[in-house]
């Protein structure tokens, strides 16, 4: 069902640009059921650009990184109505770990659909193949961006600070939804600190319902339960440092964060300990289900994973359907550890009704994490029983 808007600034149909302050009334094509967003068309921020006002100022070199990026709050260019809406906030989010102490760490809030709520990671935003997407930064203090990893919109808008500009009060960042899968965004300032802060969450591009389900891509298959798996590793040192400077690092700056010894490891938020079950991230299913996980490495280790007892399938990486001749599912026994680099998205289906799996269910299985150093391999912080970097939970069948 579709939903007509009347709102200042408006296009009467997508793509066309009415002037600022002229009302228009329009049909805008529905969300997804999925959907987290609310109904377009939000802010207008349309308008003339100066393009001298972005970008870096003068000649940028290793030596000089940081230092000339260009701030402000630019209008959007070709500014075009969106049928689907978000604001993200900046917001301190403290975290208790398992050993008392709390880590202060930043987050993208959620004011129209999670008002005060503090998250880690960032709430999600989902949206339908075909959405024309509006993301309102509004920074707080210092500036930020964010930068929609694995979507493909204009230079202006893909929130690379370095080769556009950085948010200092607030910007709509606006892209169509191409294509399904599973992507995230995050700050793209200060990456390497912003992103190890928590500025980070889940972006899911659904397809078009089909027969009145929604798959996990077009023409893909249908799944029962859902689950997100984004799996972080936090080194406190660089969070007592970046929670002073935002710019640490940049410009020449040498802090240290050369050295990276995580004590923290978390599942979607939730903090764990080895051999200590994560219950909040157990997936509990039905016999003859499909389960879909959709896991992120969102730490900076090398993450590796192993499933107890059930054959998995990985059936997209990066936001990329495995479905053509030349790259299909990749099936992965049980017990068979994988790997996955930071950044790295798999979607992964097990289905319980499998010749594979089905002498599976009635039971218990576990789904070991380590997160491991990127040069040694070395599990972090091995034999501590505090501080150890493996985490495990569960799929019940």
Known sequence: MTSTTKTAGATAAIGGTLAAGEAATQTMPPLGPNSTAVPGPGDYNGGS?????????GKESFGNFGCDTFDGNPNTPDWTTANAYFVRTVQNVDVTMPDGKKLRCWGFGDPLKAPGRELLPSPLIRVQEGDLVHVK???SKGTHTIHHHGIEPTT????????????????VYQFQARHAGTFFYHCHKNTVTHFEMGLY?????????????????????????????VLDDMDPRWHQITNLDHDVGLCGDDAGLNI???????????????????????????????ILIRLLNASYSVLQVMFEGLE?????????????????????APGTPFTLPTAQRYDILIDTGSPANQTKT???????????????????????????GRAFTTITI
């Open 137 to 139: 930064l509004q920074s």
């Open 312 to 332: 998995v399938q990985v059936i997209s990486v990066d936001g990329h359907a495995l479905n053509k001749p030349w790259n299909q599912w990749l099936t992965i």
């Open 362 to 388: 009635g039971y218990t299985h576990k789904v070991h994490f380590e997160f491991q150093h990127w040069i040694t391999r070395k599990v972090h912080n091995a034999g501590d029983k505090m501080y150890e």
């Open 201 to 229: 969450g889940l972006l899911i591009v659904d397809p078009k319902p089909e027969n009145g389900r929604v798959p996990a891509y077009a023409g893909g298959p249908f799944y029962d339960v859902e689950k997100f798996w």
């Open 260 to 290: 990276f010894e995580p004590k923290y490891f978390l599942i979607s938020g939730t903090p764990t300990r080895p051999n200590v079950l994560v219950d909040k991230q157990k997936i509990v299913a039905k016999p003859g289900q499909k």
């Open 49 to 57: 650009i100066d393009f001298t006002r972005t970008g870096v100022k």
């Open 156 to 171: 202006f808008n893909d929130g690379v600070g370095h080769v556009s500009f950085e948010v200092k009060d607030d910007y």
